[in-house]
């Protein structure tokens, strides 16, 4: 990609809140799935990694952005 870590919500064909789509996370995907769980951790809700792409449960932007930001990455807030 292009060094940036996307955050975006979407709540299409979801129930509820949606979830919060992290994509551009530069781990592969033992580590991926590793940080994965610390987020989730963090959130104190469930999630799932599918194709690179990190899928917490709820609106987690406000917690996510600041965790992202900590590993020195670029983060941008995309679409929802």
Known sequence: GDGIVRVSRETKGRKGKGVTLVTGIPLDDKELKA????????????????????????????????????????????GG
């Open 35 to 78: 940080y994965a769980k610390q987020l989730k951790a963090k959130c104190g809700t469930g999630g799932t990694v599918k194709d690179g792409v990190v899928e917490i449960q709820g609106d987690q932007r406000d917690i996510l952005v600041p965790l992202l930001e900590q590993k020195g990455w670029t983060v941008k807030r995309a």
